[in-house]
């Protein structure tokens, strides 16, 4: 009894109640599951059977930590899934950072778990299946921070999410035998195979499934797009506000595990000793490490534990392997929000007074710590960071202090996300795929009036209208629910329409918005996407061939004449 009241004050926070009835018991190949049903605040005869907490691997701890994932041991009897699993190990405090209040905040090493949401548990309904895969850097985040009921509701389709292993757990790596690295990444390979083999009894077809992340893991789905392992998982793709080029491959992964390593107090010199160390320290003594790590030797931007090129996961970098043509040819969908860079990801990151103005002198010193993961410019740094510098000058007020901060919230934005997306929607289609591109133009209304005017569609912008949050009484950390207007509930129907028919089809186009054309690079048609959505042609086409042509040129010349 105490337990129900519990699972029911939980969900009440997040505007669903359990059923009277309950959901019917589900078997999968690990064992049965039993979960509860919710409900959205718009269609209370709609029950979406819920699943949480559900175990696709083994616990990654003691001698697995630091290893690729092995499949959970079956269980006996009817397992419990009306609760999410704990979060993965990381850095922050999600509650901290969230502006909303977490189902559960408690984190463990035996965190890979997922969560499925379904409308119906008819294993012959067949519906098309979409795989969220969490954000967050590679280092935080947890697959289930909102219910994705609405969209499952409005849109008949199976929603699944789930957590992976990050940070330092989750991506370090020694080059070698001995930690190969991409282990978040193997986390979710093991988690849409789990998917694949049992999503039937929920209703979903395995055929049709698609994979989504935004952010990180707009950038996972972008690597899984490239990766052997994964070929064959899935049918389609979508990468909101991230694909590789957001979160390029490590070059140098050893280096970062022996700096690691001293700051835990362990040898560096043998990988094999070193990774032995690293799996006898408290997890807790891990991510006080990790910390220290960034503050002492990783410059502003930069993540040390990153994608590298394992020969297993990832047997080349993206670039190479789609140039080869040795990418899946899935459908692919794919886009930005208008301002990616405009406010969130610099207040996160700490940035010294950022919102009140920037000097010439920091937001150069900025770029150059920032670039060096996006530009190949050798030993021409600062010749390149003043061409961007140049590029991005707001001529009419070059020496105020707003617009200097705005032009870098825009040159960021667009070496991050923008000029990286197009790259990789060219790549895709040269390689044989299908793109749909889109740039999201749409601000939630309480977002909008949170932050100053000249911030427009930032980071995660798309999310809570993809999730389908103004269907759902979401309450913030003050105690207050989230105000979500008419236009806010408009343009949620609209985005989750849009994810879902292309899932069904792969074709996004909604009922309202006019026929989304295919991405070529012959015509690189986009959807701009808002309450009413409009066909454009060449996204950001100026800044973009800055990026992706002039600025490798500029590399080039300086290399050629540094020789």
């Given at each position: 009894m105490v337990r129900s009241v519990v699972n029911l004050v939980w969900l009440?926070?997040?505007?669903?109640?359990?059923?009277?009835?309950?959901?019917?018991?589900?078997?999968?190949?690990?064992?049965?599951?039993?979960?509860?049903?919710q409900y959205t605040n718009d269609l209370p005869d709609k029950p979406v059977y819920t699943f949480l907490g559900i175990p696709y691997a083994a616990p990654p701890v003691g001698d697995?930590?630091?290893?690729?994932?092995?499949?959970?041991?079956?269980?006996e009897g009817v397992r419990g899934a009306s609760k999410p699993g704990p979060f993965c190990p990381q850095p922050m405090d999600l509650q901290h950072v969230m502006p909303f209040r977490l189902a559960q905040t408690t984190t463990s090493e035996d965190c890979l778990t997922l969560n499925i949401e379904t409308p119906t548990t008819n294993a012959d309904d067949g519906l098309p299946v979409l795989v969220w895969i969490h954000g967050g850097s590679l280092e935080s985040g947890g697959g289930y921070l909102l219910p994705f009921a609405p969209l499952a509701a409005h849109q008949d389709v199976v929603v699944v999410s789930f957590n992976y292993r990050l940070g330092l757990l989750g991506f370090l790596s020694t080059g070698d035998e001995n930690a190969p690295g991409n282990f978040g990444f193997l986390d979710q390979v093991l988690a849409i195979?789990?998917?694949?083999?049992?999503?039937?009894?929920?209703?979903?077809?395995?055929?049709?499934?698609?994979?989504?992340?935004?952010?990180?893991?707009?950038?996972?789905?972008?690597?899984?797009?490239?990766?052997?392992?994964?070929?064959?998982?899935?049918?389609?793709?979508?990468?909101?506000?991230?694909?590789?080029?957001?979160?390029?491959?490590?070059?140098?992964?050893?280096?970062?595990?022996?700096m690691q390593a001293e700051e835990l107090g362990c040898d560096g010199e043998d990988t094999?000793?070193?990774?032995?160390?690293?799996?006898?320290?408290?997890?807790?003594?891990?991510?006080?490490?990790?910390?220290?790590?960034?503050i002492m030797h990783v410059g502003y931007n930069l993540k040390p534990f990153r994608p590298v090129v394992d020969g297993y996961f990832l047997t080349s970098t993206p670039e190479y392997l789609i140039r080869k043509r040795q990418a899946s040819p899935v459908d692919y969908l794919m886009g930005v929000n208008d301002h990616e860079y405009g406010f969130m990801i610099p207040r996160s990151s700490h940035l010294p007074n950022f919102g009140k103005g920037m000097t010439h002198e920091l937001c150069s010193a900025l770029l150059r710590m920032g670039i060096e993961d996006y530009v190949d410019y050798k030993g021409s740094g600062q010749a390149i960071a003043t061409a961007i510098l140049e590029n991005y000058r707001d001529h009419a007020n070059p020496d105020d202090i707003m617009a200097i901060q705005y032009q870098y919230t825009r040159l960021m934005g667009d070496m991050m996300f923008v000029?990286?997306?197009?790259?990789?929607?060219?790549?895709?289609?040269?390689?044989?795929?299908?793109?749909?591109?889109?740039?999201?133009?749409?601000?939630?209304?309480?977002?909008?009036?949170?932050?100053?005017?000249?911030?427009?569609?930032?980071?995660?912008?798309?999310?809570?209208?993809?999730v389908g949050a103004p269907f759902m009484d979401i309450q913030l950390t003050s105690g207050d629910n989230i105000p979500f207007t008419s236009a806010d509930k408009q343009m949620s129907l609209k985005m989750m329409e849009l994810w879902a028919n292309f899932a069904r089809t792969g074709n996004p186009t909604d009922q309202t918005s006019p026929e989304w054309p295919v991405y070529t690079t012959d015509h690189p048609a986009y959807m701009k996407l808002d309450l009413t959505s409009s066909v454009e042609v060449g996204l950001e086409s100026d800044r973009v061939t800055f990026w992706n042509k002039?600025?490798?040129?500029?590399?080039?010349?300086?290399?050629r004449d540094e020789l």
């Open positions: 009440s926070i997040l505007g669903v109640v359990t059923s009277q009835d309950g959901p019917p018991t589900v078997s999968t190949a690990s064992g049965k599951v039993r979960g509860t049903a697995l930590r630091f290893r690729a994932p092995v499949p959970v041991i079956p269980w195979r789990w998917v694949k083999e049992n999503i039937r009894n929920f209703g979903g077809d395995p055929d049709r499934i698609t994979i989504f992340g935004e952010s990180a893991g707009g950038y996972s789905v972008s690597y899984h797009v490239v990766s052997p392992l994964s070929r064959g998982l899935f049918r389609r793709a979508i990468s909101q506000s991230g694909v590789f080029g957001t979160n390029p491959v490590q070059l140098n992964p050893l280096q970062i595990a022996r094999a000793a070193l990774v032995d160390c690293l799996r006898e320290r408290p997890v807790e003594q891990l991510l006080a490490g990790y910390n220290l790590l960034q000029a990286p997306t197009v790259r990789a929607a060219d790549g895709h289609t040269g390689a044989g795929g299908k793109v749909h591109l889109y740039e999201n133009h749409y601000v939630p209304s309480f977002l909008r009036a949170a932050r100053p005017d000249w911030v427009g569609c930032d980071h995660t912008d798309d999310w809570w209208m993809v002039v600025i490798p040129e500029l590399a080039r010349l300086a290399d």
